[in-house]
């Protein structure tokens, strides 16, 4: 049985950092794609960054603009586990964070649909 689990979220003030963690169980997902997205208040699900492996050291990433040059997404393979490292955060980053995977090889898929499993989400609030 395949297992997301998040770690890593809390309560912080504007301007601090967060790192988030999600680690694999149930399989490895090594030239798989992993996400994550987040749903603040009110608000439907969206993307935040994506991570693949494309061999050797090279790792590749996307971001969505509100979070690209504050967040960086990771990977530690061997662990198979993902990161979240989240700095100057702000209050409208406020959200319950969920990691996905996705069973496509290669790429980096920003829609919800293309992963296939999602851990039980990880509550991150900032406050002002």
């Known amino acids: 049985q395949v297992q997301l689990v998040e770690s890593g979220g809390g309560l912080v003030q504007t301007g601090g950092s967060l790192r988030l963690s999600c680690a694999a169980s149930g399989r490895t997902f090594t030239t798989n794609a992993m996400g994550w997205f987040r749903q603040g208040p009110g608000n439907e699900r969206e993307f935040v960054a994506a991570i693949n492996w494309g061999g050797g050291r090279i790792f590749y990433t996307t971001y969505t603009n509100s979070v690209k040059g504050r967040f960086t997404i990771s990977r530690d393979n061997a662990k198979n586990t993902v990161y979240l490292q989240m700095n100057r955060l702000k209050p409208e980053d406020t959200a319950v964070y969920y990691c996905?995977?996705?069973?496509?090889?290669?790429?980096?898929?920003?829609?919800?649909?293309?992963?296939?499993?999602w851990g039980q989400g990880t509550q991150v609030t900032v406050s002002s």
């Open positions: 996905a995977a996705s069973l496509r090889v290669g790429g980096l898929p920003i829609q919800g649909h293309e992963y296939a499993y």
